[in-house]
């Protein structure tokens, strides 16, 4: 082959035919609109236009341009009749994963990008439409395309797989810091077993602080702690206890206010030669009898 091409030697056919850049129509005279439907129907009838020539040159793109030649403002009429005129040359683009000549996804994506410009259609005077970033058309790309296609569907499910694994795995650990941030009330809980959960025997195995079977009896809960429990962590507390705290903890206020009414401090005026066992009420046999006798030492009875 250098040897024939030093001596000016080509036998190679001379080729006359070049592969296209871009395939497109475009008008811009009698060009005049009055409504949005009649730009909407010539839009449909020019990707038409356009899909006919990519299957005529076998060739599909992924580039799609909208042209718009926009009327100036005070502009005169053409000189030319029905002509465009003086006009702004306005353009979007669009580029899609998949070259396609489809007549429904031309008019889709053009429908669309009519839609950027915001023009009153009665100052529209040109349109076209462009295709770029042609692919050739033929049975054996076909089944590449359609296999990129499936690809490209996967990859974007699998994405959001991952965002959903993703946000999965944030919220459980946020659960699990608010249980570790709740872990400290809930030791509290149980005065009688502090000590024993946390420090474990040489000779013992580890011990289990979240067993419910190891859960302490109701008469060693700290109800004081148990009333400032957040609703959430109240109910499920009350879940394992079957029910049960409810009861106690109506149970403790009822002794509260019994405790209440039977420590009534009577008026000074009447306080000297005031016998302690006719102040102190039926109910007050629930009261250890020292603490009242204290109480009533410190107000100044005897």
Known sequence: MLWNHSRGLDNRLVGVTQESKSIGAEVNWGVRFKALEDSHRFLADLCKEVSLRLLGCGVRGRTFTLKIK??????????????CGDCENLSHSMTIPIATDDIGVLQRITKQLFGCFHLDDRDIRGVGLQVSKLENADASNQGLERSS??????????????QRGATNVIKRSARDSDINSNEGTSRQLFPGEIGSSGIMDNNDQPCVSEDVSASPSLCDLDVGVVEDLPPQIFSELNDTYGGKLIPLINKCKGKTESFSDSSCIPDCGNAEGVDMSNMVSPSSSL????????IYSHLGFS
């Open 70 to 83: 926009r009327r100036r403002k005070d502009a005169g009429e053409p000189v030319k009749y029905m002509g």
């Open 287 to 294: 009261v250890d009898a020292e603490v009242l006798y204290t």
């Open 149 to 162: 296609l499936r690809s490209w569907l996967l990859s974007a499910s699998a994405t959001k797989v991952a």
